[in-house]
């Protein structure tokens, strides 16, 4: 008896590290989307093997780009999806008109990580 009057008086079990807001965060939202701008950009190369465990994130960022809406700020940008069956892992190949070269390597990031990368190195290609 003694051990459950201890155990009733100990703090409850903490169900998850982060907060609810943080896992927010992970998400992609509304002004998040309008900041995209291609215009900048020459080329987008995505590869990824579908037989590999983390391929999430690029596949999500691969859909989003691909919609007309995003594509249109840029039509000169060409897209290529590589699929490969050699269990690589997944990265984008994002060409700048200035000659420069961005490989992100998504297999442990989310696709808000993909995003918000792609969308600092236009940027600053931008004001270059």
């Known amino acids: 008896m003694v051990g459950i009057q201890k155990a009733r008086k100990l703090l409850p079990i903490i169900k998850y590290f982060r907060s609810p807001l943080a896992l927010n965060d992970l998400t992609i939202n509304r002004s998040l989307l309008e900041q995209i701008n291609l215009k900048p950009v020459k080329s987008i190369e995505f590869s990824f093997s579908p037989f590999f465990s983390h391929t999430y994130s690029i596949r999500q960022v691969c859909a989003l780009l691909y919609r007309p809406r995003w594509r249109s700020s840029n039509d000169n940008c060409t897209l290529k999806v590589n699929v490969l069956s050699d269990k690589s ?23 808000r990580e ?15």
Do not use: H, W, Y
């Not at 990265?91 to 442990?108: C, D, M, R, W």
């Open 89 to 111: 892992q997944p990265q984008i190949q994002v060409t700048f008109s200035n000659g420069s070269v961005l490989v992100i390597k998504t297999a442990n990031l989310t696709d």
């Open 114 to 128: 993909v995003l918000e990368f792609i969308m600092i190195e236009c940027s600053r290609n931008l004001q270059t």
